[in-house]
């Protein structure tokens, strides 16, 4: 089972609010990612960490989308003001060294609903 | 960019049969190719990957075959039960480009 943790569970926010969300890695997992799934089923990549450093971003991501995985707290992913588009599941997964093609272990996710 | 195409939508089963999904991906720099089942309301949970120096790899009942040439993965359930039923995803990527997920395989298994 995945040791990853995930808070809230379930987030609704107006549309313009902030919407935060937090992930625990699991222990000893320096490579962080957080995915959004759409109701689709659509995967689309957001952010990568190795320890604090970010690896990789999408544009979307640079704009109304902030993300920190600072060191002895939990990682966080904020939308600055959410849109009804940006309802839906968002996963955060964590593995060892990507670079070496660790599994990446998936939490349970928020599911952001913005109204 | 990479783009991952699964093959079957859903897929209908009868226990005890095998169930086979089928993934084709573009990238040729693509070399990590994991599979997640999820469950209604819940996350991905990590089944099997298989690497590009391998053409197979199996873990109980689970088996992967990768044909590097044809840019196509598939994964096979053997001996099906009711709880392999569940949404199956296949992914494809590396280290430089993280991965990307296919739509995902729809899995019913009937008695």
Known sequence: ?115 | GEKVEQHESTLSVREGDSAVINCTYTDTASSYFPWYKQEAGKSLHFVIDIRSNVDRKQSQRLIVLLDKKAKRFSLHITATQPEDSAIYFCAAGNYAQGLTFGLGTRVSVFP
């Open chain 1, 1 to 115: 089972n995945s040791k990853v943790i995930q808070t809230p569970r379930y987030l609704v926010k107006g549309q313009g609010q902030k919407a935060k969300m937090r992930c625990i890695p699991e222990k000893g997992h320096p490579v962080v990612f957080w995915y959004q799934q759409n109701k689709n089923n659509e995967f689309k990549f957001l952010i990568n960490f190795q320890n604090q450093e970010v690896l990789q971003q999408i544009d979307m991501t640079e704009k109304r989308f902030s993300a920190e995985c600072p060191s002895n707290s939990p990682c966080s992913l904020e939308i600055q003001s959410s849109e009804a588009g940006d309802s839906a599941l968002y996963l955060c997964a964590s593995s060892g060294d990507w670079g070496s093609q660790n599994t990446l272990y998936f939490g349970a996710g928020t599911r952001l609903s913005v109204l």
